[in-house]
Nanobody
Framework: QVQLVESGGGLVQPGGSLRLSCTASRLHFSWYAMRWYRQAPGKERELVAEISTSGGRTTYVDSVQGRFTISRDNAKNILYLEVNSLKPEDTAVYYC?????????WGQGTQVTVSS
């Protein structure tokens, strides 16, 4: 059974940084485009960032452009999201997603709370 396990979330002050990780198992990791989504209380799940199978192409939602960096290590089956200059509005549960034309897999999420 495919597993995606996120880690690295926590409570951080405005302006702070975190590195989120998503470790994949039982998945041909390099076959999948990988995405980070987030969902804040009372809001719909939002696509934050995406990275191509090789890691050569990345895209971001406008609200995080220049502050977040998505990357992947295909040798270790790990997806990362560096989140910098955090704002209270970044508070959400962050989910990783493995996406292909045939299937989608989700992790259980990691909570990021930005508050002073």
């Amino acid at each position: 059974q495919v597993q995606l396990v996120e880690s690295g979330g926590g409570l951080v002050q405005p302006g702070g940084s975190l590195r989120l990780s998503c470790t994949a198992s039982r998945l041909h990791f390099s076959w999948y485009a990988m995405r980070w989504y987030r969902q804040a209380p009372g809001k719909e799940r939002e696509l934050v960032a995406e990275i191509s199978t090789s890691g050569g192409r990345t895209t971001y939602v406008d609200s995080v452009q220049g502050r977040f960096t998505i990357s992947r290590d295909n040798a270790k089956n790990i997806l990362y999201l560096e989140v910098n200059s955090l704002k209270p509005e970044d508070t959400a549960v962050y989910y990783c997603n493995a996406h292909s034309w045939a299937s989608d897999y989700w992790g259980q999420g990691t909570q990021v709370t930005v508050s002073s």
